[in-house]
Every structure is written in structure tokens, then in C-alpha cells.
């Protein structure tokens, strides 16, 4: 299991509790109080992460209801042996077509957006892969949790064509795989997802 860093777990909470503070407190005195915590959260990462602290501020102050993990959903394609990748601009790597979900679809139809926007593959799922938290699946913990949603799809239209945040479309081998994208996928999810080819009876995987 993959330890989190204290400044980032005692920011993590320090938010969660400010936040559910201010969704739940009728009383302006606390809602005070919980905005001096989120404060302290947001200087906390400014602090160690060298960004901004009113950025941070802004970002957190954003952060609205009771807090819950994001979720993440990414769409597993395999034509024969070889996976489908994109190329994300932001850092010149590759990662699983997907992305956070956004309200009011689900978590399929989240997937079948963003395979078209960053692949050009339109798709339809088919199987659940895995549910992970991310916090026990990365070297490199974010700001926020979240559980990543793996879903296997099959292609039914559409080519391969880059989008607004994507410059490459690629198939590759489990033995030839390009840089990876870290913050969104890393080389043991892929290599379980390929695990799920070589054995077409496995269960969905999740914490």
C-alpha cells in the first residue's frame, strides 16, 4: 500500500472536514472557522507543492457538498494483443483514453464520451474490469482521492483521430509499451488490464 505523504493526508482532512463544514453549518461563526481551516489547507500544498496559494485557495474554495472520491473512468480497448493508447499533449505520454466523470451521465456513457474525444473511436462497453482507489495504486498520490473505474469497450464506428488533448493514437503490445502518463495510468494497471486478455474468465479486480 502506497503511503501518503503527511503534509498531503493532513491537508486531505483538513479540507474534507472544512468542506462538509461549510455544506452542513447554519451558524456564521463556524462557517467562519471552517473557512480558516480550508485556508490552512490550501497553504499547506502551496507550501509543498511551490504552486500559488491563492490558486490553491480558489481551487479548494471550488469544492462544494459533502466531500466524496472523484471518479476517474477509463475506456480498455485490445485490438488482437495490443492495447489502445493516446498521447496526451499536457506531457508528451500515454495514457488509457478517459477522464473524470461529469454530472449527469454515467459512468458508461462517460466513457463512451471521452474514447470519441480523445480517440475518435466510438465504442460501446461491455465489461468492468477494476475499481481502484488510486491512493493504493500510484507512487505519485494527487491533491484530491479518487477511485479509477476501468471499463473494457469494443470498437463499433468511428477511426483513429486526436483530439483537443490528445496528439497520437496508438495500439501496443504488453512488450512494447510507450512512456506512460503516470498521473493517470501506471505500468502495473496496465499490466493487469493485459492480464484480463490472457484470461478471458478473470473477475473484475477492486479494493
Known amino acids: 500500500m502506497i503511503v501518503l505523504e503527511k503534509w498531503l493526508e493532513w491537508a486531505r482532512r483538513m479540507q474534507a472536514i472544512s468542506q462538509a463544514g461549510l455544506h452542513f453549518s447554519k451558524d456564521v461563526f463556524d462557517k467562519e472557522r471552517y473557512t480558516e481551516l480550508q485556508q490552512l489547507s490550501s497553504e499547506i500544498i502551496a507550501t509543498y507543492t511551490g504552486e500559488p496559494a491563492e ?3 480558489e481551487m479548494l474554495a471550488a469544492e462544494k457538498g459533502y466531500p466524496t472520491p472523484k471518479l476517474d ?5 485490445f485490438k488482437g494483443d495490443k ?7 499536457m506531457d508528451n505520454r500515454w495514457s488509457l483514453p478517459g477522464g473524470f466523470c ?4 454515467s459512468a458508461g456513457e462517460n466513457v463512451v464520451k471521452e474514447m470519441k474525444e480523445e480517440s475518435g473511436f466510438d ?5 468492468l474490469l477494476a475499481v481502484l482507489d488510486s491512493d ?8 484530491f482521492h479518487y477511485y479509477k473505474v476501468f471499463l473494457q469497450c469494443e470498437i463499433v464506428g468511428g ?3 486526436e483530439g483537443v488533448e490528445t496528439s497520437e493514437i496508438g495500439f501496443f503490445g504488453e512488450s512494447e509499451l510507450p512512456p506512460l502518463s503516470l498521473k493517470r495510468n501506471t505500468n502495473a494497471q496496465i ?3 493485459f492480464s484480463f486478455l490472457h484470461n478471458k474468465k478473470k473477475a473484475s479486480v477492486f479494493d
Open 73 to 77: 473512468v477509463r475506456g480498455i480497448v
Open 191 to 193: 499490466q493487469m488490464l
Open 102 to 105: 461529469e454530472i449527469g451521465l
Open 55 to 57: 490558486d490553491m485557495e
Open 159 to 161: 477511426g483513429a483521430q
Open 136 to 143: 493504493k495504486h500510484t507512487d505519485k498520490p494527487q491533491l
Open 123 to 127: 465504442v460501446k462497453p461491455v465489461k
Open 83 to 89: 492495447l489502445l493508447l493516446v498521447k496526451e499533449k
